[in-house]
């Protein structure tokens, strides 16, 4: 069994800043790739960013987000951390963090519960 666990959201007046943290845990060998998406009412889940943990991985932002978040890792604990800044009204939304691994079920794509960020004055 597989648990990814997030933390973080909250609520954030326009130009500030949030640090999300999503951590795997359980039967885990190998995980091949991290990243964080998001889903505001009305629209579809998009990728806000993602990192593949391989060697020479790389990382990949949405535009939107591209300059004001970083996604960082740490593979001994087999998390991310999604630092946000500059955070806009735009970027309220569920973020839901995403990995796809290689675990003792198998190959799997695992989602986590998701977390609430909210811009607002």
């Known amino acids: 069994q597989v648990q990814l666990v997030e933390s973080g959201g909250g609520l954030v007046q326009p130009g500030g800043s949030l640090r999300l943290s999503c951590a795997a845990s359980?039967?885990?060998?190998?995980?091949?790739?991290m990243g964080w998406y998001r889903q505001a009412p009305g629209k579809q889940r998009e990728l806000v960013a993602a990192?593949?943990?391989?060697?020479?991985?790389?990382?990949t932002y949405a535009e939107s987000v591209k300059g004001r978040f970083t996604l960082s890792g740490d593979s001994a604990k087999n998390t991310v951390y999604l630092q946000m800044n500059s955070l806009k009204p735009e970027d309220t939304a569920v973020y839901y963090c995403?990995?796809?691994?290689?675990?003792?079920?198998?190959?799997?794509?695992?989602w986590g519960q998701g977390t609430q960020v909210t811009v607002s004055s």
């Open positions: 995403n990995a796809a691994l290689l675990g003792g079920a198998g190959h799997v794509n695992y």
């Open positions: 359980g039967s885990i060998f190998r995980i091949y790739y």
């Open positions: 990192m593949t943990l391989t060697t020479g991985g790389t990382t």
